[in-house]
């Protein structure tokens, strides 16, 4: 009967934009070139979405369709408290990590895997 959130918690909330522009550091880092980024609004995004969909292969039209749920789901501000789960962690000597470290870790890993064979 109890819920047990597994995620930052509020006080540990990663904003979209802080986690862009880690993301981008990464790829400067790896001197993987990254195109100039561009801010549609909402609205015009799933505009072009529908205005695309008709010319793209089946495959595309498909992964394409979840569009509207991640616009959605990004859309609301969400907040999970974490304060049961790190309750019971802490009762067990289990503290959780440190998530700027952690994030940075699961980015070297991916950047690793992902590229690492075109590093010199």
Do not use: M, W
């Not at 990663?14 to 880092?29: C, M, Q, T």
Request: charged fraction near 20%; aromatic fraction near 16%; proline fraction near 8%.
């Amino acid at each position: 009967g109890r819920v047990f959130h597994l995620c930052a918690g509020p006080e540990n909330v990663f904003l979209l934009e802080d986690i862009r522009i880690r993301v981008l550091r990464k790829f400067h880092a790896y001197n993987i070139p990254t195109p100039k980024g561009i801010f549609l609004p909402t609205i015009l995004l799933r505009f072009i979405a529908c205005l695309i969909t008709p010319f793209i292969p089946k495959y595309q039209k498909r992964a394409l369709s979840t569009l509207p749920i991640f616009l959605d789901y990004l859309s609301e501000k969400q907040v999970f408290n974490n304060k049961e789960t790190r309750t019971l962690l802490e009762s067990h000597n289990i503290l959780l990590p440190n998530y700027d470290i952690l994030f940075e870790k699961v980015l070297d890993y991916y950047f690793y895997l992902t590229y690492s064979e075109k590093e010199p």
